[in-house]
């Protein structure tokens, strides 16, 4: 496993405006790269790169069949390089670079733009770079280009743009402030040399980017400018342009568009030395975390910058090692003692400078009490890589794997390919900036050994995070509030764990390196599909008790196949909370058994899961075809063995991880809380986490071996086989279920049903509850308007109403009116079937009233804006989503997913989103009024809205406030017998699946 880098992220809608056409000319001389960029064997796309007259660099990819084209820009600063007079500046300027060009002044042209024609975008700050994207419908990549490259030409900065989204900023770190992942970041920061840039505060708000320039008589606008004017020169950016046109066609929209971006020729900035010397090292970190269930134990060791071994990628092989989970790893023999739960291994941060390796391990309680012990098992297992030395056959096997991965690399989403590419550019050279990150090139046993010696305990920093140090700390982190104490580790628990090896009486054969994986696949060849249908499943079996779908890979031609399978009981939780927990408990058992061989699988690029879901149990098999069945089989195995071999040790460090599990969702964030909160309300088979919780805790062993008993005894299994497989295989697969289980078949009497309450038309409910966490300032409201089981045609005009909202309500709510920095919109199914329109607001200002109050307000103003819509711009937007709904699928992960939904949801519409696109064409302004005036304004006949509201403790004093007596108020234990006095929404016909068989 790999620990990512962190980075502040602008959550931006999808936006919109009118294309241009007629390049003109340009004069410039563009320099044309003669290095051929690596690509996979299966890539048919074009790659080239060029450099502008003003050494900006881009990578262009000319794809003939893509729905999207993509861009993203990656700009060589981040927030090490804000001024100490204003922390956060640079990711305030990342935001400001949204808000309005002097060639495009609206504050919204950008993201309308992109929206209208079926776009979206976003942007995130790191550490050293800044990195800004967006994607839209391929025929609209022009005008898209030319409203981007403004960001770095002439954006305005526009004083009352620039007092708001300060605020939008200070809402984004509010937001943050009760997340354990970035209290932790900050406090490595907060104890690292003050002197290093690393120590800043990069997130920013109101205080660093409002008050304290104030104080000092600066002006922050003044400050914006002189930082995009000194940092954002073309020779520190890095470009990628993805379309459907030729490149010389994508050169000339690069040249026309991006020539203007000045180049000063800045250096790269660069932050020599380490963050962590003598003084910060080989320090234990107690912290009190926010989670009331998280036990963790990091174990840092800054190192030396790795960005320039990506050949040998050293780390790659040192983690492998260190995270494996088969016989013989440090986790197998943690979890045998009952310490550990989960550990993962990799680079927490990578730096020009420096870098930082992280050993991350999930602890039981028993674990903590055993800290030290666990970090002697570190240690030991360390000494044994420093011993047997690098070796040459486990490199040859990642190495191998990683090969393969590349060489079969599936099409990603254009943005976030766009993006990463932009990144990738920063760091590697011209021909690897595809398969840099992925492939190894070559074998230096020195580098990995030379890396081995980082490890030890004079360069460790030793964070445990647990609450029983609540009460205990000694210090206070500034920024976030984080509770902690820093203690040096003593010289002789150093020499015990620096003395600790493999070879010692108490690890003595225990741990030892991974044996070879018989797991790898070596036959790449292709079945042929030709004859089947290039856009849905067809139907193998249907039986009382199994119905196969099985659908060739004849469009991507790739050596892979998911294998997704449900089998449906009503044992699995649809019934009570017992249930549901026993479920749980049951598929993480059974992934614990089964970890010795997925977790080699999935080092070979074959992944499995199983989980829990309404119907019953979920099972999925993906990766490379070869020895996808051998997986299965091995799955289906420790199913039936499970009764027999769990045990008592296992049980209850499975039952306590859940339990923590359950625990932490109450420091969740409020936006979370409400969508539980509002699911449980209208989802009749909905448990909540009190009950879950009081079900887990009366639970005994016998009591998951009785119910695995119970669960595999009756039950129907429906799969859908998909890819590299033929009939004969896909059948054989069916048969290693229904032969390796051998149930009998379910009642139909007791098949499992997902019901919905049915609000009641005309009415109004608002469901209130404080937040679980009064540690956290913000309050949250969801308001979900009711529509029901819709056909296609009110499917599509509630989907095309959704597009047309999406932008609007951001830009009205976020932008203008800065009520949180979550803004969003969507549609939402409850059960399988019954839709809704949704809005959320996320806010540390206004309480959940008045949040409310704001959406019915914006959804008042914008019925007049649909009124006044030009038919042309009815039109764009009509495109836009009827491409979206005809957009191709990427890959056959994307392709599966199509056609699993209507199988799970027993619709079997596998061509539903093209009946979509059909409906959409032929909609009118008239309908999408008939519907809003139907469903959605107040007083429509067939308006059901339900508000969920959750007060944080700051806005508690508006919690009891009356509701108007046509409002149904819901409050916390009123909410089973709210359900129990509600219709339920009727269950669907059955579908006739005849004209799918074969």
């Excluded at 294309?19 to 044309?32: D, E, G, M, S, V």
């Excluded at 074009?46 to 050494?55: A, F, W």
């Excluded at 020009?352 to 992280?358: A, G, K, L, N």
């Excluded at 002697?376 to 393969?404: M, N, P």
């Amino acid at each position: 496993m790999s620990n990512q880098g962190n980075a502040q992220t602008k959550e931006l809608p999808l936006a919109s405006d009118e294309p241009k056409n007629n390049l003109p000319k340009t004069t410039t001389t563009t320099r044309q790269s003669d290095i051929k960029v690596e690509s996979s064997s299966q890539d048919e796309r074009i790659y080239s790169i060029i450099e502008l007259p003003n050494k900006l660099s881009c990578l262009l990819i000319s794809d003939p069949t893509t729905d999207k084209a993509a861009a993203a820009m990656d700009v060589r600063v981040g927030h090490l390089s804000d001024p100490v007079e204003a922390p956060g500046l640079a990711h305030f300027l990342e935001h400001m670079l949204f808000m309005g060009t002097k060639k495009y002044p609206d504050e919204n042209d950008y993201d309308s733009y992109l929206s209208t024609h079926g776009g979206s975008s976003n942007a995130f700050t790191d550490m050293e770079s800044t990195n800004y994207l967006f994607d839209v419908a391929s025929d609209h990549l022009e005008p898209s280009l030319d409203r981007f490259a403004q960001f770095f030409i002439e954006p305005l900065f526009n004083v009352d743009s620039t007092e708001r989204e300060m605020q939008a900023v200070d809402s984004e770190h509010a937001k943050n402030l009760q997340s354990d992942f970035w209290r932790a970041f900050q406090l490595s920061k907060s104890l690292c040399k003050k002197s290093h840039p690393f120590s800043k505060f990069g997130s920013g708000n109101l205080k660093t980017l409002g008050e304290k320039p104030s104080e000092l008589g600066l002006n922050v606008r003044d400050m914006l400018l002189a930082f995009h004017a000194k940092y954002y020169s073309a020779n520190v950016m890095k470009l990628v342009v993805l379309g459907k046109e030729t490149i010389p066609e994508l050169q000339a929209l690069v040249e026309t568009y991006f020539s203007n971006v000045l180049n000063h020729d800045v250096p790269i900035p660069l932050f020599p030395g380490e963050p962590f010397g003598p003084e910060q090292l080989s320090k234990r970190i107690s912290v009190v975390p926010v989670r009331e269930g998280m036990r963790s134990l990091d174990m840092n060791f800054p190192a030396r910058e790795i960005s320039t071994l990506y050949k040998q990628k050293p780390t790659r092989y040192i983690s492998h090692l260190i995270g494996h989970e088969g016989v013989g790893s440090i986790l197998s023999l943690l979890k045998e003692k009952g310490w550990a739960n989960e550990l993962s291994a990799g680079e927490s941060r990578s730096c020009s400078d420096w870098s930082c390796f992280t050993i991350s391990i999930d602890l039981t309680d028993d674990g903590l009490d055993h800290v030290d012990d666990v970090v002697e098992i570190v240690f030991a297992y360390l000494s044994l890589l420093k011993e047997v030395g690098a070796q040459r056959w486990i490199h040859d096997e990642t190495a191998t794997v990683a090969e393969c991965s590349f060489r079969f690399l599936s099409k990603r989403n254009p943005v976030d390919y766009t993006c990463s590419l932009a990144g990738a550019m920063q760091l590697y050279v011209p021909e690897h900036v595809l398969s840099g990150p992925y492939k190894v090139y070559e074998y230096d046993p020195n580098q990995i050994e030379e890396f081995l010696t980082f490890f030890n305990p004079e360069n460790m920093i030793m964070s445990v995070t647990s609450k029983k140090f609540d009460g205990q700390t000694q210090s206070k982190e500034s920024w976030y509030g984080t509770d902690y104490t820093v203690e040096n580790l003593s010289k002789p628990l150093c020499t015990r764990w620096s003395n600790a090896t493999a070879a010692c009486s108490t690890f003595e054969g225990v741990l030892k390196l991974p044996e070879q994986n018989d797991m790898i696949a070596s036959d790449f060849s292709i079945v042929s599909g030709e004859d089947a249908p290039k856009d849905e499943p067809r139907l193998l079996i249907d039986t009382n008790l199994c119905r196969l779908w099985y659908k060739p890979d004849n469009v991507f031609d790739m050596p892979k196949v998911n294998i997704m399978a449900v089998i449906r009981t009503v044992n699995a939780g649809s019934t009570s909370p017992e249930d549901s927990v026993l479920s749980t408990l049951w598929v993480q058992i059974l992934m614990e058994h089964s970890n010795d061989f997925t977790y080699l699988a999935s080092m070979a690029s074959l992944h499995c899961s199983v989980v829990n879901v309404n119907q019953g149990i979920e099972l999925t098999v993906s990766g490379f075809s070869h020895k996808a069945h051998i997986l299965l089989k091995r799955i289906i195995k420790c199913m039936v063995e499970l009764s027999e071999k769990v045990d008592t040790s296992l049980f209850q460090r499975v039952k306590d991880k859940i339990a923590k599990s359950y625990q932490n969702f109450v420091s969740a964030q409020p936006y979370q809380h409400a969508i539980n909160a509002g699911d449980i309300c209208l989802e009749a088979n909905k448990w909540s986490i009190e009950e879950r919780l009081d079900a887990l805790e009366g639970l005994a062993l016998q009591d998951v071996i009785s119910f695995s008993h119970r669960l595999l005894s009756r039950f129907d299994v429906e799969l859908l086989v998909h890819g590299n497989v033929s009939t004969d295989d896909a059948k054989e697969i069916s048969n290693i279920i229904l032969d390796g289980l051998k149930p009998r078949p379910s009642f139909e009497s007791t098949r499992p049903q997902s019901r919905v309450v049915k609000l009641k038309d005309g009415c109004d409910y608002v469901h209130r509850f404080p937040e679980p966490n009064a540690n956290n300032t913000n309050s949250c409201v969801e308001i979900l308007f009711q529509i029901g089981p819709v056909g296609i045609k009110d499917n599509a005009v509630l989907a095309f109403l959704q597009h047309l909202v999406r932008e609007p309500a951001y830009n009205e709510l976020r932008t203008h009116e800065q009520l949180g920095y979550i803004v969003h919109s969507s549609l939402k199914t409850n059960g399988d079937a019954v839709k809704s329109l949704l809005f959320l607001i996320q806010s540390d200002s206004k309480d959940p009233t008045y949040l409310d109050s704001r959406i019915e307000n914006f959804l008042d103003g914008f019925r007049s804006k649909m009124v006044k819509m030009s038919s042309e711009e009815f039109e764009t937007n009509v495109e836009a989503v009827v491409q979206t709904f005809l957009e191709k699928n990427k890959n056959l992960g994307e392709e599966s997913g199509q056609y699993w939904n209507p199988i799970s949801n027993k619709t079997y519409l596998f061509k539903k989103r093209n009946l979509l696109a059909t409906e959409v064409k032929d909609l009118s302004m008239f309908q999408v009024l008939q519907f809003f005036d139907k469903f959605i304004v107040k007083n429509a006949p067939r308006r059901k809205k339900i508000s969920v509201q959750v007060f944080a403790l700051q806005h508690l004093e508006h919690y009891d406030d009356p509701v108007p007596e046509s409002i149904t108020l819901v409050r916390p234990e009123e909410v089973v017998d709210f359900k129990r006095s509600m219709s339920l929404y009727e269950l669907p016909d059955k579908v006739d699946v005849e004209c799918y068989k074969i």
